[in-house]
């Protein structure tokens, strides 16, 4: 899953899969916005059926803390 | 001419006469908002030229405003900007007249001899640019560069246009957007259950409302919205806006990161019009509505934008 998501985060963000590390921010280095956080939810939810909370949002700093949640969110 | 639709566009006269953005009107007030957005690339004996705009139009009862932008660029073979112009009949967010010529040779100086398609490498954001509209614009005329080159093209349009309209118990959005020729059609449609609260800055601090998305005249969504603060409904919309995005992306067979769709914008512009509908006074109205814009786009606590060097 983790390989999975960074893909996401690399279609949405256009940076390259291989410069993705977890402590990536998502805003400061890929340069992210909160519709294209929001976009990477939305591809995460479809993608593996799971639930990421709009109140969660604001804890989504790095690659990171998206898996963190995810993982929080739906005991995975 | 009067927009109301995706008006015909013809590639190869739009590098020679921009008027067709700048003489482009709605009149229609039902209408709060108009929105037309677009690019153009041409191929040229000594590289390309690109043509990039977008032009709102807001009827917020006392407040009428168009403010459209124009910015063309000459590339070379190698597709490196060798040259940048702002229409001087283009206009900020106030509708006035803005510093674009400030504005272009800043831009000129950071851009000229840079790559259009890596275009996101010198300018991440708006500040970059110093102007919101210039980046937007920027941003979707490298990202159609890059689509026409992936796909082995070297010209082509794409041009969007939305209205959004309130209804009796709620707001409607009709949006076009036609690329390389190819044409889909979005409708959002919300209808409130309860009446949204204003808040601070007379932005809605909940929402509870059903959304239907028609796509290509087929309904394709159906969702319920339930936000109690104002984070949670910007989170619901950027929600919704990302679904309508996918769809878009799918249907053009776009992937990765597309610039040239209204898609972010919308969020912002719903939550105009819920405060249009539900915010009080008549007489203030306008002044209202008009921090409410100020806010979308700079913030809380920060100064409107005046016009770069206003």
Redesign the interface.
Known sequence: MEEKIKEILS????VPLTELRDDTRLVGDL?M???????T???VE?TYGVKIP??R??ELETVADILRVIREENAL | MILNGLPHLDPASVKFDHSFVFDAHNHDRKQLITRWRGTVVERTHLGYAVTGWQKSIYHFGGLNREVPILVSMLLDETGRIRSLKIDERSKGSQGRRCDFACLETLCGEKLLGTPLAEL?SRV??APDVKCLHLFEILSACASFFGTLAARGLTEGSEQEYIEIRPERDGLVSDSTHEILGQRDQTQVRLEYRTSPRLGRENLAESLDAAVTVQYNGEETLTEELH?SDF??V???L??L???C??REKAFFGL???VRFFN??SM?GLFLLTISHSFVPGLVSRAWRIEKILHYLQTGYGKNPCKGFGG
Do not use: T
């Open positions: 279609e949405v963000s256009g340069g916005s909160s519709f294209d956080l929001a976009d939810v939305v591809s479809e709009d109140e949002f604001g | 996101g991440s954001s936000a984070e949670s910007y989170a619901q950027n929600r806006f990302s679904k995005h996918h992937k990765g990161r898609s972010p969020v």
